[in-house]
T-cell receptor, first 113, second 113 residues
Framework: DTEVTQTPKHLVMGMTNKKSLKCEQHMGHRAMYWYKQKAKKPPELMFVYSYEKLSINESVPSRFSPECPNSSLLNLHLHALQPEDSALYLC????????????FGDGTRLSIL | GENVEQHPSTLSVQEGDSAVIKCTYSDSASNYFPWYKQELGKRPQLIIDIRSNVGEKKDQRIAVTLNKTAKHFSLHITETQPEDSAVYFCAALLNQAGTALIFGKGTTLSVSS
């Protein structure tokens, strides 16, 4: 069982659609992360939120827009995505943003038509 | 920035044999080194981690060693079983606010019975 819950598990969208990915944790963690993972590759960091504030944006295109409404929730808003954005999007959380284990959710498998 | 090299990229062993995966990192300020196991279609799962104030850590059949001088760390799996077959990722974390994990490229471990 994972303690980081991501929805939806699968998402297919067209390049003109707007959708959101959601992530939730109830472990009291104060750091949350979005990663992108392509097949046979390691996770690549996209964003880090620490105490609900964006602390890292790894030069991610503006068609990805993160949001942290509260300490338990993390969203990733998607708009005008490209076919190359098809990937597994993983959310993770850790107690703080340094020197702490990160625990991953099951991910959302995103396909862009 | 931090860079993590991981070897080998693939590893095939017979059930019962030991498996060793090695990683090197570039930034001597890194102080936290987790290992993740990822089965096909599933999330990365933390299996063991080590901090820079410790040289070795063991958890049943899994052990991790760290050599800070040489800037390398290794995962050791003894008495391998078919269910150990997966992709294994090492990672390194700088102990600075706002930084996050840098992953190695992964090792595909196959354990045949």
């Amino acid at each position: 069982d994972t303690e980081v819950t991501q929805t939806p598990k699968h998402l297919v969208m067209g390049m003109t659609n707007k959708k959101s990915l959601k992530c939730e944790q109830h472990m009291g963690h104060r750091a949350m992360y979005w990663y992108k993972q392509k097949a046979k590759k390691p996770p690549e960091l996209m964003f880090v939120y620490s105490y609900e504030k964006l602390s890292i944006n790894e030069s991610v295109p503006s068609r990805f827009s993160p949001e942290c409404p509260n300490s338990s929730l993390l969203n990733l808003h998607l708009h005008a995505l490209q076919p190359e954005d098809s990937a597994l999007y993983l959310c993770a959380s850790s107690q703080f943003d340094s020197n702490q284990p990160q625990h991953f959710g099951d991910g959302t498998r995103l396909s862009i038509l | 920035g931090e860079n993590v090299e991981q070897h080998p990229s693939t590893l095939s062993v017979q059930e019962g044999d030991s498996a060793v995966i090695k990683c090197t990192y570039s930034d001597s300020a890194s102080n936290y080194f987790p290992w993740y196991k990822q089965e096909l279609g599933k999330r990365p799962q933390l299996i063991i981690d080590i901090r820079s104030n410790v040289g070795e850590k063991k958890d049943q059949r899994i052990a991790v060693t760290l050599n800070k001088t040489a800037k390398h760390f290794s995962l050791h799996i003894t008495e391998t079983q078919p269910e150990d077959s997966a992709v294994y990722f090492c990672a390194a974390l700088l102990n600075q606010a706002g930084t996050a994990l840098i992953f190695g490229k992964g090792t595909t471990l196959s354990v045949s019975s």
